[in-house]
């Protein structure tokens, strides 16, 4: 199916998010959408998959005039989408999840004109899907224990199964692995073989690079640019942001006194016990940590939170013995916090930035101070270049907003930063400020410990990495004498040289 989109406009208030958009997507071909954030991509893509209307403007099918008004009309048209952040049913079955919106009218009898779900029709049509795309999903699991990337592959095949021709994927390669995003580029190639169109909504120019057959560019709402790939970043870049970007060096932040240091600490959840051993990070340093999502990673930040206890071990951050300390101990204690899920842990929902910042304050306060807390939320906008205002809420950002709301609520100073993929959605400009910020924490001394899939950010910005597989853990690797190939092997199980549970 051939999509024109014709001087599409969307008004937020007083935000022109598409300004006279116009695109044209090809049968047969993986589209990229790229531009900083705020550029309005993901309000184009839900005016085109029927989550928002559009205020003014045409989309055409195959030439004929399509009247989307919802994201039904959208999937019975043949147009579906997957979200930035994910809009599944946690509580439920994969294979529930699966059934969402699916449905067979019965023709004869006397329930004809209802509507039903074969749930054996649909397991068999779940295996058989999972098969051609090679996705590992098991039906029965609940959605809640599913990696982003399994969330995601779940929601392509559901959409593929309602017949959906052209599959819009917003920020897909944000939080899944290798492995899942060689899955979800075959499975792109794949569709587009067949004649399907795939748009692909993103911020890295080496995933556009690597699967996309032509993009289109955006800056503030106006489509700025096309170009066939392959195509030279330099020129993507100048297209996104209208000027060149300059990679900024890491200097030397490391001092010689510990910051975090845990002894025979052993760490647990309902499926992995983690052997951290011994292991000490310095003032100022920044530890990359390297691996699958779910390998431990995110359990090792949460116990340096004080949001788990350890099994066995001690924790001492900064000379205190943290072990058995309540969270709120180690937030006294200079101890900050950036969840991935930014809406699910970070941020609330229906809450504005101002109140985000009022619910920062101090509790032992008796009045809430609107007044300070507005002046903050006012300056952090500022500083943070947050596209939006003190009584935004935060769910109506963008992505890359959202992120920036929930790095400018983190505290100053801090003595332990534990980052989930701190620049998850961010546009690459926005990456190398946020990291420019960082680097000034450490500067005073803060210590970093972030997980990231982003293999190029560990290696980048780390002082050393240790990598998870499995149940094991490696030792800290200096990260000058890392290379992505050895990084990789290392995320695969293959300890090259560290032994493992021995830091
Ligand atoms: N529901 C909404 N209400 C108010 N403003 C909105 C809403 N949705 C988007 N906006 C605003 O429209 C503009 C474009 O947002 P959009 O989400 O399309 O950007 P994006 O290009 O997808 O950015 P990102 O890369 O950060 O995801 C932003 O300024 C955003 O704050
Ligand atoms: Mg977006």
Redesign the pocket.
């Known amino acids: 199916m051939r999509i024109e989109l014709q001087q599409i406009t969307k008004r937020?208030?007083q935000?022109l998010?598409n300004d006279h958009v116009s695109m044209t997507i090809e049968a047969g071909s993986i589209h990229g959408l790229l531009?900083?954030?705020?550029?309005?991509?993901?309000?184009i893509v839900k005016v085109l998959s029927g989550f928002i209307s559009r205020d003014a403007g045409s989309v055409l099918f195959d030439g004929r005039p399509a009247n989307v008004k919802t994201p039904a009309d959208a999937i019975r048209s043949g147009v579906g989408m997957l979200h930035?952040d994910p809009l599944d049913f946690p509580p439920l079955s994969v294979l529930d999840n699966f059934m969402v919106g699916r449905g067979e009218v019965l023709s004869k009898g006397l329930f004809s004109g209802l509507k039903f779900v074969n749930p054996d029709r649909a397991r068999r049509e779940f295996h058989r899907l999972t098969e051609a795309f090679n996705f590992s999903l098991n039906p029965n699991n609940r959605v809640s224990d599913l990696t982003v990337g399994e969330r995601q592959q779940l929601e392509i095949i559901r959409l593929l199964s309602l017949g959906v021709k052209t599959l819009i994927l917003d920020?897909p390669t944000t939080g899944i692995s290798a492995d899942q995003k060689t899955a979800l580029f075959n499975a792109a190639r794949q569709l587009a073989s067949e004649g399907r169109s795939v748009i692909f909504?993103s911020?890295k120019l080496e995933d556009v690079e690597e699967v996309c057959d032509r993009v289109t560019v955006?800056r503030a709402?106006k489509v700025v640019g096309n170009a066939e790939i392959p195509c030279p970043d330099s020129i993507l870049i100048d297209l996104i942001f209208g000027k060149e970007l300059a990679l900024p060096m890491k200097p030397v932040t490391r001092q010689a006194e510990p910051m975090l240091e845990l002894n025979q600490v052993v760490v647990k959840d309902d499926r992995l016990t983690l052997n951290m051993g011994d292991f000490t990070a310095y003032k100022g340093e920044v530890i990359g940590l390297a691996g699958l999502e779910g390998s431990g990673q995110q359990l090792l930040l949460l116990l340096c939170a004080g949001l788990i206890k350890t099994a066995i071990g001690t924790v001492v951050i900064d000379q205190s013995d943290m072990t058995q300390k309540p969270y709120p101990e180690y937030i006294k204690h200079g101890i900050g916090y950036s969840p991935a899920d930014r809406l699910k842990d970070g941020l609330i929902r229906g809450l504005s930035i101002h109140e985000h910042f009022i619910l920062r304050s101090p509790a032992r306060k008796l009045m809430i101070d609107w007044k300070g807390s507005h002046q903050q939320a006012t300056e952090a906008i500022s500083t943070f270049n947050i596209?939006?205002k003190p009584s935004s809420h935060v769910e109506?950002?963008?992505?890359?907003?959202q992120q920036r709301t929930q790095l400018a609520l983190l505290p100053v100073p801090l003595n332990l930063l534990l980052m989930e993929h701190p620049t998850r959605?961010l546009?690459i400009e926005s990456t190398l400020w946020v990291w420019q910020q960082l680097i000034a924490r450490c500067q005073t001394g803060t210590t970093i410990l972030f997980m990231s899939s982003d293999l190029d950010e560990i290696m980048q910005y780390s002082d050393r990495v240790l990598v998870f597989s499995g149940d094991q853990v490696s030792a800290p690797i200096e990260s000058s004498k890392l290379t992505a190939e050895k990084l990789g092997q290392m995320i695969g199980g293959r300890f090259v040289e560290a032994e493992p549970a021995s830091i």
Not at 35 to 43: L, P, Q, R
């Open positions: 937020f208030g935000v998010a531009g900083e954030n705020g550029a309005g991509k993901s309000t930035q920020e909504v911020h955006m709402g596209r939006g109506r950002l963008s992505g890359g907003n959605g546009d």
